[in-house]
């Protein structure tokens, strides 16, 4: 009888299903600051510029992280930077 070869290890699988279960799906990597937003386009536009006109995008690796739009012209969005500049 011929033997299958063994499976891939899935240790990245259960550490990735314990955290959206600890419900922290994305992880707590300690390194960022992060706020999630949901609010209609024109103040998320306004929102997201203060935050780059806050913490510089040079200094603070300051980004959208994620976004997506809603029902009814709501934009929800994750601002995400480092705590300080160095």
């Known amino acids: 009888m011929a ?6 290890p899935l240790d990245g699988l259960k ?8 419900g922290n799906p994305r992880g707590n990597d300690g390194l960022f600051v992060r706020e999630t ?3 209609d386009r024109t ?5 997201a510029q203060e935050w780059f006109d806050a913490w510089p ?3 603070y ?3 959208v992280e994620s976004w997506r739009q ?3 012209d709501q934009i929800e969005f994750t ?5 300080s500049a160095d």
Do not use: V, Y
């Open 57 to 59: 995008k040079a200094a």
């Open 43 to 47: 103040d998320a536009r306004q929102k």
């Open 3 to 8: 033997r299958l070869p063994a499976g891939p």
């Open 70 to 72: 809603l029902e009814g």
């Open 61 to 63: 690796w300051t980004e």
């Open 15 to 22: 550490r990735q299903i314990a955290r959206h279960r600890s």
């Open 79 to 83: 601002m995400r930077r480092l705590p």
């Open 37 to 39: 937003f949901r609010l």
